[in-house]
């Protein structure tokens, strides 16, 4: 039996990305990983194959976190799946780049509403089920701390994520439930080349970072896999930056 045989993951917007590495990295330590997509049934489905294929347990639920009403019927839907032992608050929303005099509130809303108002519904609703050394890891962004003109939504929702993280590591430190934030640096996925669709700009941001490179999903999974397991029981409430560097 592999290291988590028998204790069930969460990932949210596991089909592509950053997500699909965690699932695949999650699936692999024996985690039965449920993950949820919203628009992306083929890659959903054909992720679950691959999966499926080498032995894994996987499956995919569709789940709308854009709007309050959405995600919290996912929420109540996916606490049906559980009790899971570890969440992963991954599902991020592809927003217009924007100033602020310009941008459309409803923009500004669903960025909120899926970076930081449906991790707070999926802990309401999944927290209480889960027992000593569970983990919940919530996927922020070093635009936290590095902030870009543009996408005011991304960042206030993923900086109020962060403040949740920290609230909600005081509150179930003592059941023993870990949890923490990561903010990903620029990392190579298909979300980074729409917004950076110029290779050369690619390449000046692999440049600033010390290491050298873009970020690659697994970077980013392997991290995931250390805060959902044993070795970082004495980590939490932290956001810990995953960036090469920068």
Same mark, same amino acid.
Not at 47 to 64: C, I, K, P, S, T
Not at 145 to 171: H, N, R, W
Not at 176 to 193: K, M
């Given at each position: @039996?592999?290291?988590?045989?028998?204790?069930?993951? #969460?990932?949210?917007?596991?089909?592509?990305?950053?997500?699909?590495? &965690?699932?695949?990295?999650?699936?692999?330590?024996?985690?039965?990983?449920?993950?949820?997509?919203?628009?992306?049934?083929?890659?959903?489905?054909? %992720?679950?194959?691959?999966?499926? *294929?080498?032995?894994? *347990?996987?499956?995919?639920?569709?789940?709308?976190?854009?709007?309050?009403? +959405?995600?919290?019927?996912?929420? *109540?839907? #996916?606490?049906?799946?559980?009790?899971?032992?570890?969440?992963?608050?991954?599902?991020?929303?592809? $927003?217009?780049? +924007?100033?602020?005099?310009?941008?459309?509130?409803?923009?500004? $809303?669903?960025?909120?509403?899926?970076?930081?108002?449906?991790?707070?519904?999926?802990?309401?609703?999944?927290?209480?089920? @889960?027992?000593?050394?569970?983990?919940?890891?919530? &996927?922020?962004?070093?635009?936290?701390? @590095?902030? *870009?003109?543009?996408?005011?939504?991304?960042?206030?929702?993923?900086?109020?994520?962060?403040?949740?993280?920290?609230?909600?590591?005081?509150? %179930?430190?003592?059941?023993?439930?870990?949890?923490?934030?990561?903010?990903?640096?620029?990392?190579?996925?298909?979300?980074?080349?729409?917004?950076?669709?110029?290779?050369?700009?690619?390449?000046?941001?692999?440049? @600033?970072?010390?290491?050298?490179? #873009?970020?690659?999903?697994?970077?980013?999974?392997?991290?995931?896999?250390? %805060?959902?397991?044993?070795?970082?029981?004495?980590?939490?409430?932290? +956001?810990?930056?995953? +960036?090469?560097?920068?």
């Amino acid at each position: @039996m592999t290291q988590h045989s028998q204790q069930k993951a #969460l990932v949210t917007g596991g089909s592509r990305g950053i997500g699909r590495a &965690i699932v695949e990295r999650l699936t692999s330590s024996g985690f039965d990983t449920v993950f949820t997509w919203n628009s992306n049934q083929d890659a959903a489905e054909k %992720l679950v194959e691959q999966l499926q *294929q080498r032995g894994h *347990q996987v499956r995919a639920v569709q789940a709308d976190l854009s709007t309050i009403e +959405s995600a919290e019927q996912a929420a *109540q839907q #996916l606490h049906s799946e559980g009790p899971f032992q570890i969440l992963v608050n991954n599902a991020t929303t592809e $927003t217009p780049i +924007s100033p602020v005099v310009d941008m459309p509130i409803d923009a500004w $809303t669903e960025a909120l509403t899926v970076s930081a108002t449906a991790p707070f519904l999926l802990i309401k609703y999944l927290a209480p089920d @889960m027992v000593e050394g569970g983990a919940i890891i919530n &996927i922020s962004s070093l635009n936290t701390v @590095m902030p *870009q003109a543009g996408i005011a939504g991304y960042c206030a929702g993923k900086s109020a994520l962060e403040s949740l993280t920290q609230v909600v590591a005081k509150e %179930l430190a003592p059941k023993g439930i870990t949890v923490n934030a990561i903010r990903p640096g620029a990392t190579d996925t298909d979300g980074q080349r729409v917004v950076n669709s110029d290779p050369e700009v690619r390449n000046q941001i692999a440049q @600033m970072t010390p290491m050298g490179r #873009l970020g690659r999903p697994s970077d980013i999974a392997d991290v995931v896999s250390f %805060l959902a397991g044993p070795d970082s029981r004495w980590v939490t409430g932290q +956001s810990l930056t995953v +960036s090469g560097g920068l």
